[in-house]
């Protein structure tokens, strides 16, 4: 009687168990169809959210399934208000660059009008920018022109690099872009100077034998420099009045003491950059 009592109730506990068991049974939901992709790359399943603009690059995709409408409803709002306070950042940023584009101008203006020989000094700079423009080289080519050398720091130092119009790298200037458009926008601007794809020194290299002399022959920041140098002495020699003898022997004299005792390249632009300033000096432009 016994053990025909178990079998009776393992035989019924057999045939109730897939009622027992469907209890706990779980079976994964089907994503929702309608999901939505907002901004900054969030996708919401179980609700539709209009398009926003975004700049937003590739980012991982979060899927938040949830039907409760409230829920969806905060998330929604978060969302937009975050994608509304970026848009209006980054209308901030286009506003403070216009700022900045039309403080640009009024300084530029404020020079020509109160300070017009800074203006001409940035012109005559576009007119160089195909060549390498030593700054003591261009101090010196403004020196009959601004007598004054504190005069023509000022304006190099506190005007044209202090306000972004040049820069300055190992002792050369170079005018900006910003500067080049201010000049356009003005009128102002001037057409460079051209550039020959060999610059050749004053004397013919053919028969150069000293090594400075092939020196000068194969570097053309030399060989410029030379040219720069040999046109100012003969513009002195031409000059009404102009004591042409003594001229003469000024320049043998630099040609035999100096430049030919240098002893490498530095040497060398140096005498050529102190020989070109005497010329001016003594009256050549």
């Known amino acids: 009687m016994f053990i025909a009592t178990i079998a009776a109730a ?76 970026r848009q209006a950042a980054l209308s901030l940023e286009a506003k403070l660059a216009d700022a900045e584009q039309s403080l640009r101008s009024w300084q530029f203006w404020y020079f020509r009008s109160a300070h017009p020989l800074s203006v ?37 130092n506190d ?55 092939k020196l000068i022959c194969s570097d053309q920041e030399l060989a410029g420099l030379d040219i720069e140098m040999v046109r100012l002495f003969k513009q002195l020699q031409s000059r009404s009045g102009a004591d042409v003898q003594t001229i003469k022997i000024s320049q043998a004299d630099w040609r035999k003491k100096v430049r030919n005792l240098c002893l490498d390249r530095n040497c060398l632009i140096d005498s050529y950059n102190e020989r070109i300033k005497q010329l001016r000096s003594a009256g050549a432009l």
């Not at 168990?17 to 994964?28: G, H, N």
């Not at 926003?52 to 998330?75: E, R």
């Not at 060999?198 to 004397?203: A, G, K, W």
């Open 10 to 85: 393992i035989f019924g506990g057999i045939q109730l168990w897939p009622a027992f068991a469907s209890l706990y049974k779980t079976e994964s939901s089907p994503a929702p169809s309608n999901t939505a992709i907002a901004p900054g790359g969030i996708a919401i399943a179980g609700g539709v959210i209009g398009a926003l603009p975004t700049n937003s690059g590739p980012s991982a995709q979060i899927t938040i399934n949830n039907s409760d409408p409230a829920a969806l409803d905060v998330l929604k709002r978060e969302i937009i208000g975050r994608e509304q306070q």
């Open 159 to 213: 005007v044209l690099l202090r306000y972004g119009w040049a820069v300055e790298q190992n002792g050369l200037l170079r005018i900006t872009e910003g500067a080049l458009t201010l000049l356009r926008q003005s009128g102002l601007y001037i057409a460079p100077y051209a550039v020959e794809h060999t610059v050749l020194p004053s004397f013919n290299c053919g028969k150069a034998d000293q090594w400075y002399e």
């Open 120 to 156: 001409e000094m940035l012109r005559d700079l576009a007119a160089l920018q195909n060549y390498a423009v030593r700054k003591d080289v261009f101090d010196a080519r403004w020196s009959n022109t601004i007598k004054a050398p504190e005069t023509r720091s000022l304006y190099i």
